[in-house]
């Protein structure tokens, strides 16, 4: 069983990269690359990109990367039907890549042995000074408004046409492990209809999710979810972002499953993209549960996604 150890960018292809990048940098990416073909962003934390976006005639979501331990899990994946043979990485970064087809078309790529650049400096989270539990002494909190950076590609949601295939998929060739399904009746989980899909680390506490799954009639991405440092970073930047005039989503609020606070976006192709922060961490520990309301009781607090949302 080949483990995926991360997951490392998401990729599309729009008609138009400028506006992208522009967009981007507002929301809290840098720039690593641009060519007229390509462009790549990075975020703060040590990782070579995590968005990059292809020049095209039509704007599609492409599929997304992640990291695998060694080599010899790369050359497994490798061998298996439909799997591209080894491939450079990156002309400067150097590493292999094998880029694979899942059920729907999404391309998935396994990266091993690139060189990692420096993270980038940010501030310290700051400290929460909750009624019974105090964590900031003598100290205030400052926070402007600003496009506060994004730390690192969190999880991506796909709307696909067979659930139990895609998950088989990726459970398959990347070891992704199940915290949580979406789905009637309780206690059966392989008639889920959504899985929320981590890499498995064991003991090692993890995200509640790199993936969302979800069986639906239209294919495609329905977004791709990006970790800030805080709350404060998340509202700065929502803030930021209404200041700039771009199309605020759905925001801010708390899911339930996962239990991040966000904060959705539409980029300028129409792309759904999230802020998050305070998500669910587990390990081998966590015991998968079956969800089994309605798409409204998904928010906890704050504002209410709409029914496209949900579509
Ligand atoms: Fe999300």
Redesign the pocket.
Known sequence: MTTATDILYTRYQLKDLKAAEAFMIDFGLATVSRTKQCLRMRGVDAAPFLYEAVAGDENRFLGIGFSVGSRSALERLAAMPGSSPLQTFDEGAGGLFVRMTMPDGFLIDAVWGAELPNAFAVRRPNGFNAGQHKRRFNASVRQRAEPAPVLRL??V?LHVSDHQASVAWLRERLGLIPSDHFGPPPGKPEEAYGTFLRVNRGAELVDHHCM?VLQAESVGVH?S?FEMQDLDHVMAAHDYLVARKHRLDCGVGR?LL?S?I?DYWKDPAGFRV?H?TDGDVVNHEHQPGVFCGTADETTQWGMAPSKEFFG
């Open positions: 969190g999880h949601v969302l977004h979810s899911h996962g991040q966000y999230e998050y």
